[in-house]
């Protein structure tokens, strides 16, 4: 047994069971030992940014970890904007990166870099295996930091010698780090601030916004009033009918701003204090009132679920929250299409239990409203901001969740990102749906250019042209054709509502370009 058999056993015996590669040649030892370890499934992708993206949304599905295998300092450079969404979300990711061979760094080779320092920022833990004979416990120590509450990306450096080398034996997994539990004092602060008659929030994230915490939270606004919220890019959340409703603060920091008017207090479960996405002239950076207070349930890694829970019982709040969305599916609407035509058509035909991966941007707002009163679906958002997450976590999603449907909605702008992704999709005949808003432009960026005070500057053709993506014209199904996925296009309402119908009776990946 070589390290890298080692390795891939290892993980195995720690419950990571899938891959999401694009390697080189300082890994070729890791990809020639899967064969030996049937148990590990690999998924090549064909760019790194579409691994990492796949992991995250593999993670966020599936609750547990998939490894990533990236080439030396600049793949993982390659697969970084991902890797910070995942960060962000607080998703388990292992992420593995293969290194030089110990003796052959001295030498300065062309794909020789910093490693440590491009993962740090990403990475919540951060090891270098340079020895075959240590290569499994470093393994087994890098599942337990990506699995450990609230989940994080553990970075295995590993040398192409500790890979080809003979090893000993795999290691056993280890004990989980659980969420920590929080203190009854914060339980009984918290049940405090909701008796005393001024006006709170809750904000929810993690745990606190899916199944038992959700829950949790509706039997605790039963019981006091208390308005339930989220931050813009929650990660994870359960919305549609039958579910406990919880507000979305604004995108825009003046509607931030306004929602959380005249609030006082607002008691943080898993969440951060909210703040605007980016700095601007003359606005604020924090969206909550000027003396508003906060205060801590659980900290992202405490066990919010269970402190809610506690908290409910705490307050006397009655079994199950009365307080459910209604199921109210909008008409199909006809004529031209626009951002609220297609969100209505999608809501109407959305299947219960769908994945809907969310990386509309602009068109996000509306695809929200209309969905938040559709059958029951689980909905994931860019939650570090950067783009090109939409299609490859729509990857990890069907592949955590093979027997539901996955719907990816996403601009033509942040498609182009990690259009690869189709690719994947085709190959592993994956149940995905992709919708892209075909507005040909940088829509949001048209719209920031304002709100930054830019365009008190003057604003001419060279600029503009920065935001223009019809010279030329994306053809997205052509570009999907040549990738091995069905697709088609819809002008208007009664195009889109057929060809999105048939596409959530069908098993297969499919790609729907919607013109707006």
Request: with cysteine; hydrophobic share 45%; proline share 7%.
């Amino acid at each position: 047994m070589n390290g890298a058999q080692s390795l891939i056993h290892t993980l195995v015996n720690c419950g990571v069971k899938l891959c999401f590669a694009n390697p080189g040649t300082s890994e070729m030892h890791f990809v020639a030992a899967l064969d030996s370890v049937p148990e590990m499934r690999a998924v090549l992708c064909l760019f790194e940014g579409v691994a990492t993206g796949a992991a995250d949304g593999y993670a966020r599905i599936g609750g547990s970890p998939a490894l990533t295998l990236l080439h030396l300092g600049p793949g993982l450079a390659n697969g970084l904007a991902n890797l910070h969404n995942a960060r962000r979300a607080c998703s388990p990711v292992v992420n593995v990166v293969g290194e030089h061979a110990t003796f052959h760094r001295q030498y300065e080779a062309p794909l020789t870099a910093d490693i440590v320092g491009i993962a740090r920022p990403v990475s919540s833990w951060i090891r270098e295996s340079r020895s075959a004979l240590t290569v499994a416990a470093d393994a087994a120590r890098a599942v337990q930091a990506a699995r450990a509450v609230p989940g994080g990306v553990a970075t295995l450096i590993l040398s192409a010698d500790a890979a080809w080398n003979p090893a000993e034996r795999p290691a056993d997994r280890l004990p989980d780090i659980g969420a920590a539990p929080v203190s009854a004092a914060a339980i009984d602060n918290a049940a405090a601030w909701l008796r005393n008659g001024r006006k709170t929030v809750l904000l929810l994230r993690g745990a606190a916004l899916l199944g038992t915490g959700l829950e949790a939270a509706g039997r605790v606004q039963a019981a006091t009033g208390v308005r339930l919220c989220c931050d813009t890019f929650a990660p994870t959340t359960e919305l549609g009918a039958g579910r406990v409703p919880v507000e979305r603060l604004p995108y825009l920091v003046e509607q931030a701003i306004e929602c959380l008017d005249g609030v006082e207090q607002i008691i943080l479960v898993g969440a951060a204090p909210p703040v605007a996405f980016f700095g601007y002239p003359d606005k604020p950076s924090r969206c909550a009132p000027e003396g508003c207070q906060f205060s801590y349930l659980a900290h992202p890694h405490e066990d919010g679920a269970g402190a809610l829970s506690a908290l409910a019982d705490l307050l006397g709040a009655p079994a199950r929250s009365p307080r459910r969305v209604p199921l109210n599916l909008p008409d199909l609407p006809d004529g031209g299409l626009d951002a609220a035509s297609v969100a209505a058509i999608m809501a109407a035909l959305t299947p219960e239990e769908t994945i809907l991966v969310d990386e509309a941007i602009t068109s996000s707002p509306p695809l929200l409203r209309a969905m938040a009163t559709a059958r029951p679906h689980m909905h994931l958002a860019v939650a570090g901001g950067s783009l090109g997450q939409g299609m490859p976590a729509a990857i990890g999603a069907a592949l955590a969740a093979p027997d539901r449907k996955v719907v990816c909605a996403l601009g033509d702008g942040s498609a182009g990102y990690t259009m690869q992704s189709l690719w994947t999709m085709a190959r592993e005949n994956l149940d995905v749906t992709t919708v892209i808003y075909a507005n040909r432009a940088y829509a949001i960026l048209n719209f920031e250019l304002q709100r930054a005070g830019a365009a008190a500057l003057g604003v001419g053709p060279k600029a503009l042209s920065m935001f223009d993506l019809g010279r030329p014209r994306l053809d997205w199904v052509k570009i999907a054709e040549g990738m091995g996925v069905e697709a088609s296009r819809a002008t208007n309402c009664e195009e889109l509502a057929a060809q999105y119908a048939s596409a959530m009776k069908q098993r297969a990946p499919r790609l729907i370009e919607a013109v707006i």
